[in-house]
């Protein structure tokens, strides 16, 4: 089994920053890639950006690059979401991912944690 856990969001106002961080616990060696998604209210869930568990091939969703930035430590098996210049319209829940081969659907997900940036 691999279990992914978020933490770190929280209110913000426009402008400011958010760290996101998920845990991985289990069989991480299962893992190939770990993406982070969004679900705004009444809005379809999207891709925000992914990366290999290496650490290596990272991808942006168009409105959030140069902005956000994925990162993984192996060490401490944990995905982080840095989101920096935040916009209300980056208020969403926000779930990590993982994936167990390159190309593959992403089978494990994180429950969710709530960002909401104020204007």
């Known amino acids: 089994q691999l279990q992914l856990i978020e933490s770190g969001g929280g209110l913000v106002q426009a402008g400011g920053s958010l760290r996101l961080s998920c845990l991985a616990s289990g069989r991480t060696f299962n893992l190939y890639r770990v993406a982070w998604f969004r679900q705004a209210p009444g809005k379809e869930r999207e891709f925000v950006g992914g990366?290999?568990?290496?650490?290596?091939?990272?991808n942006y969703e168009h409105s959030v690059k140069g902005r956000f930035t994925i990162s993984v430590n192996n060490v401490k098996n944990t995905v982080y979401l840095q989101m920096n210049s935040l916009k209300p319209e980056d208020t969403a829940v926000y779930y990590c991912?993982?994936?167990?081969?390159?190309?593959?659907?992403?089978?494990?997900w994180g429950q969710g944690t709530q960002v909401t940036v104020s204007s």
């Open positions: 990366i290999t568990w290496r650490g290596s091939g990272a």
């Open positions: 991912a993982g994936s167990p081969a390159s190309g593959g659907d992403y089978d494990y």
